[in-house]
C-alpha cells in the first residue's frame, strides 16, 4: 500500500511544470505560429512586427485551431422528412 502512495505522489508531482518550463513552452508555441503564419500574413500586405501583423497571426493560429481541433465531438440528429434538428457536442 505504502508503494502503491509513494508511486502515485511521485508520478502526479513528476507531471508538475515550474513557471520557467511553461513560459519556454509558450514561446515555443508563439515561434511556431510566426513561423508558420508570418509569410502569409505578409503577403496579405502586413508590416512585418506590427500590430496588424500580429492579429493576422493569431486570427489564422485561431482558424486553424479551431477547423482541426482534436476534442471528440458528436452529432445527434432528430426530426421527419424535411425538417431535422441537428445539435453537435
Excluded: K
Aim: with cysteine.
Amino acid at each position: 500500500m505504502r508503494t502503491t502512495t509513494a508511486l502515485a505522489l511521485t508520478l502526479l508531482l513528476g507531471g508538475c511544470a515550474t513557471q520557467a518550463d511553461r513560459a519556454t513552452q509558450q514561446q515555443r508555441e508563439v515561434d511556431e505560429m510566426i513561423a508558420v503564419y508570418g509569410p502569409a500574413c505578409e503577403r496579405l500586405g502586413n508590416a512585418r512586427d506590427s500590430e496588424q501583423w500580429r492579429s493576422c497571426i493569431l486570427a489564422l493560429d485561431t482558424r486553424n485551431a479551431v477547423r482541426y481541433r482534436t476534442a471528440p465531438t458528436t452529432t445527434t440528429c432528430f426530426g421527419h422528412r424535411g425538417f431535422f434538428n441537428c445539435s453537435t457536442f
